[in-house]
């Protein structure tokens, strides 16, 4: 059967790692019709739009996308990059990731950070006597994906009727009371009970699918007592119904410790947004970092497959790509998953596998270089090489 995808490339690097994500799904076999949808700084530029209304309904009709990444600029640099005759608008910027997510309610966000063997990148330490260990990283992480602290419901100099409710609370008037209002930030970390629902049971239900152990919620209940307490409370009612899986609680700092200390113990983590995105890149970076990162957003109707990665502005003019597909490879294998093509997602991670062992092709990153265009000329394959590496593998099999 083949599919409609929606191609979003984004900003920068965004294009030339979608379009080797795409290549290696061609010599896999996947029959696609990918259908372009524009998104990112170029449309903010030119229509003061970063997710124009074409864009959302295209993704409301075919509900699968794949996307690269965007670019996102400081507010002065926002307005003043904008095209003349839209600058005196009042227009204002805003992620048209977060939008997407918020507006498709993308709520479920997995990180997978899997260790391949070989990959000179990984986490390595000191074990006993002058051994040195290369833990078997494989944690998943779950993150709520439209509420807390990145949920938008914030205010500078708050008006009225906030700023009289919070002086309310006990601890608001007390701390801030004396404070000029104009002199105030608010950022609220707002968790409802039914995405907190949503998020867990997704987290078990991947954990009992995929056979891991532990579902470890990593919050900080003992400090933020409403909203981490409501995400603590919502996975003890729900570890009875899965039988086999422990359920463990990590605050957020402690398992910043303990992913480098014991990364290996830890199976699928959920958290709330902020600390989700936190902790999801402490492991990737057990695992290779931005280049080997990949994501997923999931909502009832839509799904979006993403990078980790942003638009690394700086590598996006070279004559040859030098970043690394492989985030994005890996990114739509999950997507593969994620309709049901879990055999053709798993050849393609076995090529990955495959090419990252034998070491023969390796970007620059993986090579540990700083990134600029004499890389190539000191080993380190390009985008394009690394994407034929994936293909050769998947054919040689
Ligand atoms: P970035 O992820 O674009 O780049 C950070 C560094 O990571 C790069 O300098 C490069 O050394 C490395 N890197 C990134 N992707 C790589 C790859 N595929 N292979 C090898 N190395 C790679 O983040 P940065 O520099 O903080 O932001 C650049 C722009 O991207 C900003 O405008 C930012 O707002 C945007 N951004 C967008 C995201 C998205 O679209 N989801 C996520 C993060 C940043
Ligand atoms: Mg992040």
């Known amino acids: 059967m083949k599919r409609t995808v929606i191609s979003m490339p984004g900003d920068g690097i965004g294009g030339v790692v979608l379009d080797e994500a795409i290549r290696v799904l061609d010599a896999a076999g996947f029959e696609a019709d990918?259908?372009?949808a524009d998104i990112g700084w170029e449309f903010w530029k030119s229509e003061g739009n970063p997710l124009p209304q074409r864009t959302i309904d295209l993704l409301a009709k075919h509900k699968i996308a794949l996307f690269g990444a965007i670019t996102s600029k400081p507010k002065d640099k926002a307005v003043s990059d904008l095209a003349p005759e839209?600058?005196?608008?009042?227009l204002v910027y805003y992620s048209p990731i977060v939008a997407m997510r918020q507006h498709f309610d993308l709520d479920i966000c997995i990180r997978p950070c899997k260790a391949f063997a070989g990959n000179p990148l990984n986490f390595i330490r000191r074990g006993p006597g002058d051994t040195i260990e290369e833990p078997p990283v494989d944690a998943v992480i779950f993150r709520q994906n439209t509420e807390?602290?990145?949920?938008?419901?914030?205010w500078t100099n708050p008006p009225d009727d906030v700023y009289n409710a919070l002086m309310t609370h006990p601890k608001f008037s007390r701390n801030f009371g004396e404070v000029p209002r104009a002199e105030l930030a608010v950022s609220t970390r707002i968790f409802s009970r039914a995405a907190c629902t949503r998020i867990m049971r997704a987290a078990f239900e991947y954990a009992?699918?995929?056979g891991y152990r532990n579902v470890t919620i990593c919050e900080k209940p003992n400090v933020i007592r409403e909203t981490s307490g409501m995400m603590r409370e919502v996975g003890r009612e729900m570890v009875s119904e899965y039988e086999g899986i422990d359920?463990?609680?990590t605050n957020i700092d402690a398992q910043m410790m303990w992913l480098t200390k014991n990364p290996e113990d830890y199976g699928v983590l959920v958290s709330g947004n902020m600390f989700g995105d936190i902790v999801?890149?402490?492991f990737a970076g057990l695992v290779g970092g931005l280049g080997f990162a990949c994501s997923a957003n999931i909502g009832d109707e839509v799904a979006v497959f993403e990078p980790t990665h942003g638009s690394a502005p700086k590598y996006a003019e070279y004559d040859v790509s030098i970043v690394n597909p492989i985030a994005m490879v890996l990114t739509s294998c999950m997507m593969l998953d994620h309709i049901g093509e879990t055999a053709m997602a798993a050849r393609i991670r076995n090529a990955v596998e495959k090419v990252i062992a034998d070491g023969n092709v390796r970007t620059y990153d993986m090579l540990k270089l700083r990134g600029c265009p004499e890389v190539l000329e000191q080993g380190?394959?390009?985008?394009r090489e690394m994407g034929d590496a994936i293909i050769a593998a998947l054919e040689g099999e």
């Open 380 to 383: 380190a394959a390009s985008t």
């Open 208 to 210: 009992k699918e995929f």
């Open 247 to 249: 359920l463990w609680h």
């Open 34 to 36: 990918y259908v372009h």
């Open 148 to 154: 807390g602290l990145y949920g938008g419901v914030e």
């Open 280 to 282: 999801s890149d402490g």
């Open 86 to 90: 839209l600058r005196d608008k009042g």
